[in-house]
């Protein structure tokens, strides 16, 4: 036997030799499984996030008074959703707390202002929208600016005795039914549990950081 072929022999006989190359190969396998296991999971993780509430702007005054926009939010829909006498018969009222809620539920899981806000309430504020907009009737693909903007018109439109311009406001293409038919939701909202669970939770973040939680 040549000596290049006894150097082989032995170490193909050498049981810790063997071992070696048994684990090397057991690491690279391992490794390769990671790697995939990893690229396997990428599509999966992009697709869990999100995308951004749709949220939109509010023009100084626009729910019929100044001060903080968000402040003042709060305000209308916390006191108007916490029972259904407050709005029942104003029509006025419950337009401009539907907006407050529209515009609440977007610019508190949105703006860096109120990162602080438990994901709870942003999450209920959602939901709270959600069931405002089926009570008045939006449509599906409405965006949350034209909601606000068409409500809040509205509401002007009545506080000036012009019930005409008010119902052109409310009829499609963002709304469902006719204008009269919304004024007429309006003016006798069901109660709302998300919405008013929801508004109350951010009232007390907001202004009462240390109360307890609420729960539906």
Do not use: H
Not at 27 to 50: D, H, M, N, Q
Not at 157 to 163: C, I, K, N, Q, Y
């Amino acid at each position: 036997m040549s000596p290049v072929c006894r150097r082989r022999f032995r170490a193909s006989t050498n049981p810790l030799v063997g071992a070696k190359k048994q684990a090397a190969r057991k690491a690279e396998l391992a490794l390769r499984a990671a790697f995939l296991w990893t690229v396997a999971l990428l599509p999966v993780g992009c697709a869990a996030i999100a995308p951004a509430p749709d949220t939109a702007n509010l023009r100084p005054g626009q729910l019929g008074t100044g001060g903080d926009p968000d402040v003042t939010a709060v305000n209308l829909a916390q006191y108007a959703f916490g029972d259904t006498s407050r709005t029942y018969g104003k029509p006025i009222d419950a337009a401009r707390a539907c907006a407050a809620m529209e515009y609440l539920a977007g610019e508190l899981n949105t703006s860096p202002r109120w990162g602080g806000v438990s994901a709870l309430t942003k999450g209920q504020l959602l939901q709270g929208r959600a069931e405002v907009r089926e009570a008045l009737g939006v449509v599906p693909d409405a965006s949350s600016q034209a909601v606000v903007d068409r409500l809040t018109a509205a509401a002007d439109a009545l506080a000036a005795g012009d019930e005409a311009a008010a119902a052109r406001q409310l009829g499609p293409p963002t709304f469902n039914a006719p204008g009269e038919q919304v004024l007429a939701r309006l003016a006798n909202m069901p109660y709302l549990q998300m919405a008013n669970v929801s508004t109350m939770r951010a009232g007390n973040e907001l202004f009462q950081p240390n109360t307890e939680d609420l729960t539906p």
